[in-house]
């Protein structure tokens, strides 16, 4: 095949994370090596900036601002919650046809790589050569066959470290603390909480994951076995946690169903109402227990920038790197990119290019959830194998002290 040139464009789309700008910098970085790309063109807001002719031009970039826009949470260049159709990807492509891009580089999750998938048969269809590349971002590591997904570990980060703060506020002044997390389907970034954990009575004590269904009695038996053993109680909850049926709970307890341009329920709308009534029912199913608390981390789990994963950081530029790679490597190649745990005894991942049918297939599963090995028999814990799994992509967490208590006698005799 003979090299392909022309332009190319980059976009970021979905909720944004604090690494992925190493993505778009790794994009960059890597575009700037070949000189068949003749512009990089960034666009703004995801697809739409290719609908509505709102570019930046990235490939001559100095390097010392492309390592300062790397290092700076969320989507540089704007990001959408647009989900295209057939129509809406037929003007994208015809958006990049105007423009001579034959390069198309998207940052995102499983909606960003069902859109790329869509563009790339338009193309097929159309005759026209455009390598068409996925570059992997979620922080609910939900994506098909990766290993996992960048974007991941450092809100697994955030969510140990604030966990790790929590458990020594619940210690200091005992009594039940609730908090709400991010995790629609899959209940990753709840089930990092258990990072947080230094010793045998430390927080999180329960843990509850939409992939089990969440049961109100049960719920308050395995509260007051816990305040019963340790005179105080941590607990994770995603915001995504379904009853015997399959129903939301944040959406039963919403006043009003809102929903995202995907038609999702917006699960946040109702997170902060499903911790205050998990707070209130505790309350008045468990009277002893005098101090219940529930917050709910929002959106700060996102895009916080004070607790980046270094492997996390690495990873989110290598992915972006490669994506460029595949595709101007012989032959060329549509697909996305996945990371690939490498075995041995410490930690190394490699990347593979994998079709975009198989990370956006036509028909479910479209996401992954937590594997059943990783949850407790209970349904309301972690095992130590997800321990082994996601300690490396978060690192080494904050250091805590404490005083241990002795007997008195021991002292005065």
Same mark, same amino acid.
């Given at each position: ?13 979905? $909720? ?6 190493? !993505? ?28 509505? =002719? ?26 959408? /919650? ?25 940052? $995102? ?19 026209? =050569? ?11 590591? =939900?994506?098909?066959?990766? =290993?996992?997904?960048?974007? %991941? ?18 210690? !200091?002044?005992? $009594? ?22 230094? /010793?045998?009575?430390? +927080? ?56 995202? !341009? ?6 946040? *709308? +109702? ?22 608390? *529930?917050?709910?981390? &929002? %959106? ?15 990873? *989110?530029?290598?992915? &972006?790197?490669?994506?460029? !790679? ?42 992954? &959830? ?42 005065? +005799?």
């Amino acid at each position: 095949m003979a090299v392909l040139k022309g332009n190319a464009v980059v976009g970021q789309a979905g $909720g944004p994370t604090v690494v992925i700008n190493q !993505s778009l910098v790794g994009v960059i970085q890597e575009v700037q090596k070949h000189p068949q790309i003749e512009t990089l063109l960034g666009a703004r807001y995801g697809v739409r900036g290719v609908i509505d =002719d709102n570019f930046i031009d990235l490939k001559r970039q100095p390097t010392e601002m492309l390592e300062i826009v790397a290092r700076t949470p969320a989507s540089a260049l704007g990001a959408t /919650r647009d989900k295209p159709n057939d129509e809406y990807c037929l003007k994208i492509f015809e958006g990049f046809r105007k423009h001579n891009v034959r390069y198309f580089f998207y940052i $995102g999750g499983n909606d960003s790589a069902q859109t790329a998938n869509i563009v790339n048969k338009i193309a097929q269809r159309e005759k026209y =050569d455009l390598q068409v590349v996925h570059v992997p971002k979620t922080i609910d590591n =939900d994506l098909l066959v990766t =290993d996992h997904c960048p974007g %991941y570990g450092s809100a697994a980060r955030f969510v140990a470290s604030a966990f790790i703060g929590d458990n020594l506020d619940n210690r !200091s002044l005992p $009594g039940v603390k609730i908090n709400v997390l991010m995790g629609r389907e899959a209940g990753f970034i709840t089930a990092a909480s258990i990072l947080a954990r230094r /010793r045998e009575d430390d +927080g999180p004590h329960l843990i509850y994951l939409p992939e089990r269904s969440f049961l109100l009695e049960r719920f308050y038996e395995d509260v007051a076995a816990v305040v019963s053993k340790y005179g105080r109680c941590l607990v994770a909850v995603s915001e995504g946690i379904r009853d015997n049926e399959g129903t939301y709970w944040a959406t039963k307890l919403a006043k009003q169903v809102e929903k995202d !341009s995907f038609g999702n329920v917006q699960l946040s *709308a +109702g997170a902060g109402a499903l911790g205050e009534f998990l707070a209130g029912m505790l309350k008045q199913k468990l009277p002893q227990i005098k101090r219940v608390r *529930a917050d709910t981390y &929002g %959106y700060l789990q996102r895009s916080f920038p004070g607790c980046t994963s270094e492997v996390d950081a690495w990873e *989110a530029r290598l992915v &972006g790197q490669m994506g460029v !790679s595949y595709a101007v490597g012989a032959g060329g190649k549509d697909g996305s990119v996945a990371l690939v745990r490498l075995p041995g005894t410490s930690y190394a991942v490699g990347t593979e290019f994998v079709a975009l049918d198989r990370v956006a297939p036509a028909k479910p599963p479209f996401t992954k &959830g937590v594997p059943c090995e990783y949850i407790s028999p209970a349904g309301n814990y972690i095992t130590d194998k997800f321990l082994s799994y996601v300690q490396p992509l978060v690192g080494e967490l904050p250091r805590v002290g404490w005083f241990e208590q002795i007997n008195t006698e021991e002292i005065w +005799g």
